[in-house]
């Protein structure tokens, strides 16, 4: 079992950065696929990254280019580094640990409580 949790998150402008943090618990965390999900109000959770302990990386399209993922497998840390940022990035974003990947949020076991991120335009 592997407990998560996040930082990072704020206010930011348009067009700015941020870099998420997410902490993970537990002596196996390299057995687990770490990823990023996000829910803006009124709408679905919605997959926007994750890394295998490989270091390979899967993006959402809308992401794609100005997101990137990364782990410290020896810190048992995931990061999400976000530039150019933009307004409909606002969001809670989650940190979200399992065994195998999947875009669908519903497939996730253990997720982090969640940190807020605003642009403003």
């Known amino acids: 079992q592997v407990q998560v949790v996040e930082s990072g998150g704020g206010l930011v402008q348009a067009g700015g950065s941020l870099r998420l943090s997410c902490a993970a618990s537990?002596?196996?965390?390299?057995?687990?696929?770490m990823g990023w999900f996000r829910q803006a109000p009124g709408k679905e959770r919605e997959f926007v990254a994750a890394?295998?302990?490989?270091?390979?990386?899967y993006y959402a399209d809308s992401v794609k280019g100005r997101f990137s993922i990364s782990r410290e497998n020896a810190k048992n840390k995931v990061y999400l580094q976000m530039n150019s940022l933009k307004p409909e990035d606002t969001a809670v974003y989650y940190c979200?640990?399992?065994?195998?990947?999947?875009?669908?949020?519903?497939?996730?076991?253990?997720w982090g409580q969640g940190t807020q991120v605003t642009v403003s335009s």
């Open positions: 979200v640990a399992d065994f195998s990947l999947s875009r669908d949020w519903s497939a996730w076991d253990y």
């Open positions: 537990g002596r196996t965390f390299n057995n687990y696929v």
């Open positions: 890394i295998r302990w490989s270091g390979s990386t």
